[in-house]
């Protein structure tokens, strides 16, 4: 009798943790979703859906993707399975990318803008082509014309030779042959003795659109306005304790654009066949002046950076003299000549609302950018809306009539 009890008991114990079963629900199974994509050359795609570990199926060259728009894009194709190959110069400026996508997606290759032979093999496995290749200034080894134009024209060609798919050009804002500002000019002078030695033979931009257009009908033309972000020359510019000088009282006014927005829109060009020998000018939701731009950005800082106006005959040879003796970047002449070209908006050209996204407000992104610049004792401060909003709550507001 004793051992049965025990029994019982243990089978009541075992019973009382036997859980009690659930009603069996639907399993949601996942299906690998595939679609076959053929291009325009006629070769078949397989795209899969699914995160960076997926096969995107595409591959994708990006020339000057160490630069500062060229981490977006790469990091927006390789996390979606695209094969990324990336031509680069120096070893250190690379390292960042590696890890832009999964195990194998990201591909290195040394090149060299004057050695063709790197270009094409850069090139001849690849649906699509960027060419972010860009610079504000001439360097001794690269002047406007090696860079905008005679380097735009060999990539052009290695992707006409190859029958690549896609090629998409970044030009810049303002691209006209009758600018004053030589990097946006494209006309090319007759006599160049005449001119000031500032300024060279071509005039960049817009006849860089003009040569790839000529060998590449198809390539898709970007134009994007005045870039900020986390690495950019122009909210960090501002905020900096060296940016002291200006020509033009900081009277430039732009439609500043978020480098997030231009690395989607990129993307987005890859997807939709309809954006071929189209030009996109990306611009943002709202034009502010220079001025306005450096209030937002002391508000933001809480400090206030000096500037002093020197005029344009003054700066422009001092600008062009410290370029020959200064081993570091400064003020080129063409840059204090930019300072007096606001930004013209070409009406035939497409813009964001035709790939369907919504660029973001200067205005509500400082914070992030900027936070860095503030001193220790206002560092953890929220942005300077918020501390806006609660000042705003100390007063009393009576109105007049009362």
Known sequence: MHNCGVTSAAAGLR???????LPLAPQLQRRSLQDIT????GKPIIRVQGGR????GHTATVFGATGFVGRYIVNRLARSGCNVVIPYREEMAKRHLKV???LGRVVFMEFDLRNTQSIEESVRHSDIVYNLVGRDYPTKNFDYSDVHVEGAERIAEAVAKYDVDRFVHMSSYNADKNSPSEFFRTKVHKNPQNRAPWLTLYALKAQGEEVVRNIYPETTIVRPAPIFGFEDRLLHRLAGSTNVLTSNNLQQTFWPVH??????ALEAMLHDDNTASETYELYGPKEYSMAEISK???REIIKHRRHINIPKRIRVPLANMFNKVLYWPVRSPDEVEREFIDQEIDPSAKTFKDLGIEPADLNNLTFQY???YRSSA???LPPATEREKREEKKYLHVLDDQ
């Open 53 to 56: 570990s997926s096969a995107g």
């Open 15 to 21: 019973t009382a943790r036997r859980p009690k079963k």
């Open 100 to 102: 832009a996508g999964d």
């Open 378 to 380: 206002f560092y953890d």
């Open 296 to 298: 937002l950005v002391d």
């Open 259 to 264: 480098a997030i927005d231009v690395g989607q």
């Open 370 to 372: 900027l936070q860095g």
């Open 38 to 41: 053929i291009t325009r050359t």
